[in-house]
């Protein structure tokens, strides 16, 4: 293979990467295989939705070197704000480049005849100055980008493992269970759920997901987890969850939603991020030779960056209106104020038996290339500034009054999201900017809206 010019660019690179004859053969394999016929060309959009289009497999040459053009308000969702302006460029900007990563592609479970990848996003190549550049709005490409950053800054790779919670509803799905009693974990309510579990847990297998557990957790709430992995790979699977359980929902005629908190005086559907830091094969948040629970001088100051910005992150965390709701209901194990302990499941942050610490502020909507993205830059934070998180709750003197309280609305969030530099350091300028822009139009409109509360409270209290 040639060498590539010195103006190469980083879509000329993954083109190359494409044109690699032994990825592509496996790959043409595959689909001759299984039959395929059509292909989805997928990437994920800032608030975490799968968008892209689907060719015929056919054409799968053309589209490894060229891929597929979008408009680039699609990463905004196609949003407008309230004043009717398009969010992500507007209606006149260009379009950008979704070039496959071909080691992604699969085959979809529940139907052989397609198929697909994941994208990453470019500037179109014929644009002055920035043509063939990643495009900056391009979360997964940036979480990609920022981690092997932080392998080069740090020597250390970030594993993670999320706990996604799911609320299913539909006939037949009904908890049975006293009053006064939890069903979580009981047996009965898994098989009630039996159809769902089995066709997510096999669909998941089929797609790359080492489905290692699952369990009922409150009316109606099934958390089915994976093998942890790398960050990027994980956000990549935590999507294709979502995507399982929506065609799981549609076969069986139910309805499958990750709303963070579904009804009051119910737990809250979380997505707890478990994460690790690994030089080579060692876990370094733990010491070799330790069985006590303990975590490591490096684990003490990653776990000291993430408390440090635990405020500011709320807003790619818990990115919804929603989100917050799961913090006024107290008692059912959502974190109240910013902490940590020792296997303490109602801290922020929970060191766990295994040598993880577990971050249970992400909800099960957030998009989890920008939350890993973050995490990259507050433990880089944590780790270069030797940030102390202060001693685990149940210990003397806790770390719960030495970091800011946590936001109690998406509004509040918001305004600690603008002031904190290194969380909005971990995205790029346009990804922290429209970000924050949809949010704010998001408040804003909720904070328009009447709701069902104020017209039972107000609509016939006077006089």
């Known amino acids: 293979m040639a060498a590539r010019p010195a103006s190469a ?10 044109t690699d004859q032994d990825a592509v053969d496996t790959v043409r394999k595959r689909i001759a295989d299984a039959g395929v016929e059509y292909v989805y060309y ?26 597929v053009q979008l408009h680039r308000s699609v990463v905004a969702d196609i949003q407008t704000d309230r004043n009717g302006n398009l969010l992500g460029g507007g209606a006149r900007a260009a379009e950008f480049t979704a070039l496959p990563d071909l080691d992604t592609f699969a085959v979809l479970p529940w139907d052989t005849s ?51 919670e799911t609320t299913w509803t539909g006939p037949g799905l009904e908890a049975a269970h006293r009053p006064d009693a939890s069903p979580a974990y009981r047996v009965e309510m898994l098989e009630r759920n039996r159809p769902i579990f089995q066709r997510v847990m096999t669909y998941g297998r089929a797609l790359g997901l080492d489905m290692i557990e699952g369990d009922y957790e409150d009316p109606g709430q099934l958390e089915l987890n994976w093998m942890y992995d790398r960050a990027e790979l994980t956000a990549d699977r935590l999507i294709t969850f979502r995507q399982i359980c929506r065609q799981v929902a549609r076969e069986l005629g139910v309805k499958a939603s990750f709303m963070p908190k579904p009804a009051t005086g119910v737990m809250g559907n979380g997505c707890h991020h478990n994460v690790s830091l690994w030089r080579g094969e060692r876990n370094v948040l733990v010491e070799p030779g330790r069985s006590e629970l303990h975590l490591s ?14 405020a500011g992150a709320m807003a790619v965390m818990g990115p919804t209106v929603n989100s917050y709701k799961r913090f006024w209901d107290t008692g059912l194990f959502a974190p109240e104020k910013i902490d940590w302990g020792m296997d303490d499941k109602t801290c922020t942050v929970r060191l766990s038996a295994n040598g993880r610490l577990e971050l249970k502020l992400p909800d099960a909507m ?31 003197d806790g770390s719960g009054d030495r970091f800011p309280a946590l936001p109690a609305t998406l509004g509040e969030a918001l305004t600690a999201f603008g002031a904190d530099a290194v969380v909005r350091g971990g995205l790029t300028e346009e990804v922290a900017a429209l970000h924050h822009a949809c949010k704010a139009d998001e408040w804003a409109r909720f904070c328009a809206a009447v709701t069902d509360w104020e017209h039972r409270t107000y609509a016939e209290d006077t006089p």
């Open 42 to 67: 997928q990437s994920v959009t800032l608030g975490g939705r799968a968008v892209g289009k689907v060719v015929p497999a056919v054409h799968l040459l053309r589209n490894l070197e060229r891929g």
């Open 114 to 164: 397609v198929g697909r990848f994941y994208c990453r996003l470019y500037e179109p190549a014929h644009r002055p100055e920035c043509g063939g550049q990643p495009y900056a709005a391009d979360v997964r490409g940036n979480l990609i980008r920022r981690h092997r950053e932080f392998t080069a800054r740090t020597g250390l790779v970030l594993r993670s493992g999320c706990e996604p």
């Open 9 to 18: 660019t980083a879509l000329d690179s993954h083109r190359e990467l494409n």
């Open 366 to 396: 957030v998009n989890p290339y920008l939350s890993h993205a973050v995490l990259l830059a507050v433990i880089c934070d944590g780790l270069e500034n030797r940030i102390d998180p202060g001693p685990p709750q149940g210990a003397g």
């Open 297 to 310: 001088e490096e684990g003490r100051h990653a776990l000291g960056g993430i408390l440090a910005h635990a």
